[in-house]
């Protein structure tokens, strides 16, 4: 199972102050829209998603169908056939996709700690 791009999502207080900071360990952007309270930060293939107001708590974030570069990859492991699997492990989605849906969709996952894990489809 291809999970695709890996990225940590931090849910973050002050986006430009948090913005600021991770510049300073030379992170540069790489999208998001801050009028929306989000923005994409990288170095080299690390991968931040800072995002005010839309999470409670930080998550581990995957999106079948990228690359780490954000490109879109050849193939890839659907969302749904990732949500198929885990099932098949015993591990129920906190937050599922419709089984009978294609294209865009996300599953979350919380591992045994209370970590959230978003898999997060974009195409």
Do not use: C, K
Not at 28 to 45: K, Q, Y
Request: glycine letters at 12%; a negative charge; charged letters at 25%.
């Amino acid at each position: 199972m291809n999970l695709g791009a890996f990225s940590v999502s931090l849910a973050v207080r002050d986006l430009e102050a948090s913005r600021r900071f991770y510049e300073a360990l030379g992170f540069e952007d790489a999208g998001g829209d801050p009028a929306e309270g989000w923005l994409m930060l990288r170095n080299g293939e690390h991968v931040l998603g800072l995002f005010q107001g839309m999470f409670e708590r930080n998550l581990l974030t995957f999106n079948p169908g990228w690359d780490q570069q954000g490109r879109e990859t050849g193939s890839f492991t659907d969302v749904r056939e990732i949500q198929r699997a885990v099932r098949a492990q015993g591990i129920e989605p906190a937050v599922t996709a419709d089984q009978a849906g294609s294209g865009l969709a996300a599953i979350m996952l919380v591992d045994p700690d209370g970590n959230q894990i978003l898999i997060d489809q974009h195409r």
